[in-house]
């Protein structure tokens, strides 16, 4: 098939490239500056210049999709940045996309949203893709809505993330880390798109698609199964009372590049799991658990990583104040 892809560039995206390139379709990559992947290069892979902050009529999009069988949308932000709004890069390109699609005749179209963009959502960025998806499931389309909860991969910055709090000997949880989750690996996420490209069955009437882990956690036993499969156990763990953790997320939120905010603090309270009876229909098998996340030939680098995202920062802090205090004693001297 020849299928066109948008957010070819991010972390889920890179590893549907990989997956369509090596299933032997052609795949036209909608990125915003052209070229940007060292995968253009490779016979089947083409990139077309697009622009989510702005491209938000369907016919600027019906000429991109001269001889596409199948679309597949994947491009998202966790956090706004100038023009980069939720409003625009969530609803309002991807609906302009989904109108061209129904025109042109599109055979299948596959939208990865997000397990939370239900009747329950209330942040802005579940808001968002709500809408989308909202417009896709009233089209006549043949199309499935991919919700996946939080989604790992040794590459991606959220990994990154809770690796490094996992190999951490002390960490504070907020409100003690009760929270639900239920992490799925990019590897299933990616699984189950290729299957739907193949096939209807298993999409539900809604065509909303829950794509998760086999089994709900919670925070805290979530950082616990990461320590434990890079290979770390002595940790502990405290909780953090919310209205601190809140004050901490207002703060954090000032900050360009942070990926806390109140808003996804809300979401991490609001909870993260979902039924896997459909996402194991689609692998057909059980999903990958936590303990399965870190191979033993990824576990070494993993945990040096991991471990080095917290201590050189506290290494020169150190080396810092050993400074202060070396400059202070020659002083008294």
């Known amino acids: 098939m020849r299928i066109l892809l948008t957010g070819a560039t991010g972390f889920i995206g890179r590893h549907l490239l990989e997956a369509l390139v090596a299933s032997g379709h052609q795949v036209v990559c909608a990125t915003r500056r052209p070229p940007t992947l060292p995968s253009a290069a490779t016979p089947g892979v083409s990139e077309i210049a697009v622009d989510f902050t702005r491209d ?58 997000a397990n939370g963009a239900d009747e329950n959502a209330a942040s802005r960025y ?58 799925v690996h990019v590897d299933d996420l990616v699984q189950v798109v290729m299957r739907l490209l193949e096939t209807t069955e298993h999409v539900p009437p809604g065509k909303r698609i829950p794509v998760v882990g086999p089994v709900p956690l919670t925070l805290k036993s979530f950082l616990v199964e990461l320590g434990n499969a890079m290979q770390l156990r002595r940790r502990l763990f ?6 601190l953790v809140r004050l901490g997320a207002s703060l954090a939120g000032k900050l360009p590049g942070s990926m806390l905010d109140p808003e996804t603090l809300a979401m991490l309270e609001r909870g993260n799991t979902a039924d896997p009876a459909i996402t ?54």
Request: aromatic residues 6%.
């Open 56 to 113: 938000h009529d369907s016919a600027e999009w019906l000429p991109r999709l001269a001889g596409v069988d199948a679309v597949i949308n994947a491009v998202g932000i966790i956090r706004e940045q100038g023009k980069q709004t939720f409003d625009a890069i969530h609803h309002r390109a991807p609906v302009a996309l989904f109108q061209a699609c129904a025109k042109a005749g599109v055979k299948r179209v596959i939208q990865v949203s």
């Open 126 to 183: 579940h808001l968002s893709k709500k809408q989308a998806d909202d417009f896709l499931a009233a089209l006549p389309l043949s199309s499935a809505i991919v919700q996946p909860s939080v989604v790992y991969g040794i590459d991606s910055g959220g990994a990154a993330l809770f690796n490094t709090l996992a190999s951490m000997p002390l960490v504070g949880l907020p409100g003690g880390g009760v929270q639900g989750l239920q992490p």
């Open 238 to 243: 405290f909780p953090v009372p919310m209205p």
């Open 280 to 333: 194991m229909a689609l692998l057909g098998r059980a999903p990958k658990a936590v303990s399965g996340f870190i191979g033993p030939a990824e576990r070494a680098a993993v945990r040096r990583r991991a471990l080095f995202n917290w201590l050189l920062p506290l290494l020169g802090i150190a080396a810092v104040l050993a400074l202060a205090i070396a400059f202070y004693l020659v002083a008294r001297m």
